[in-house]
């Protein structure tokens, strides 16, 4: 019991530092686009060929790298807001906060080389290892918060019983857990298959690998506002709130 508070002091401290991995990363996206000096800038047609071959396509890597951050900082979110959670698990999200602070370099290095097959090889690469780090968290989460679940199922089959033998059905409960489910598979594998399908198109493509980011992030983003304008549990009646809170308290106990 002295160990899983002292866990939960130490969650709160590494919540703190990945907090501030992601606000500096975040600032540093923005900070790589170069502006240019009045020596670089003679004329009108120079500043012309500065917008077209650099600021736009370095405006529009920005938002994709932005949404990425984002993205993986909400992964980050929902990590820490588990109750249960083990110390190798707190090592491998500060291992993937490494990995995340690599993001503003390769940015930088795309908005230079933006046409370039390796550097987007390189960024794509990039975005994988991340995601499949975030992956393996969630996986290890799992693992972790329903042992307790599965060694105790019997006696939670027994509770509800008891508590429920009028044989009450929870039809908004079961769509709230599936809203929640789908959408943390959409958080979790978004960045997953966008780094995945610009892998491909950089061999074909420099400007389709980008591209394809965009478009892969954008349907995500609809879809993800979509599901969670599904997955309110005001939706639930006292009864299905009553349950969920029971199975919440079966597996995490109560909180103290």
């Known amino acids: 019991m002295a160990y899983d508070k ?12 990945t907090d501030g991995v992601f606000a500096i990363a975040m600032t540093i996206l923005v900070l790589e686009i170069a502006v240019p000096t009045a020596a670089d800038i003679s004329s009108g047609v120079a500043l012309n060929e500065y917008f077209i071959s650099y600021l736009v396509p370095s405006i529009l890597i920005y938002f994709i790298s932005f949404y990425l951050v984002y993205n993986f900082w909400e992964n980050t979110a929902i990590l820490f807001n588990i109750k249960k959670i083990t110390y190798p698990i707190l090592t491998l999200n500060m291992i ?44 290890l989460l799992i693992r972790h918060n329903f042992k307790d679940y599965y060694d105790k199922r019997d006696e ?6 008891e508590s429920y033998e009028d044989g009450i059905e929870l039809p908004n409960l079961k769509l709230y857990l599936k809203g929640v489910t789908l959408t943390l598979f959409y958080l979790l594998l978004a960045p997953l298959i966008s780094s995945l399908i ?4 950089a061999f074909i493509s420099p400007i389709a690998s980008i591209l394809s980011f965009l478009l892969t992030l954008i349907l995500v983003f609809f879809i993800r506002m979509k599901r969670f304008g599904k997955e309110s549990s005001g939706d ?4 299905e709130k009553e349950f969920l809170a029971d199975i919440q308290e079966s597996i995490y106990g109560n909180e103290q």
């Open 156 to 161: 939670i089959k027994t509770a509800v019983h």
């Open 198 to 201: 610009s892998l491909v198109f």
């Open 96 to 139: 993937t906060m490494a990995a995340v602070c690599l993001i503003p370099f390769a940015t930088g290095f795309l908005f230079k080389f933006y046409n370039y097959t390796i550097v987007n090889i390189l960024f794509s690469l990039l975005i994988l290892v991340i995601s499949l780090l975030y992956i393996l968290i969630f996986i």
């Open 236 to 239: 639930l009646n006292d009864d």
């Open 6 to 17: 002292f866990l939960n002091r130490l969650k709160d401290r590494y919540a703190a530092v």
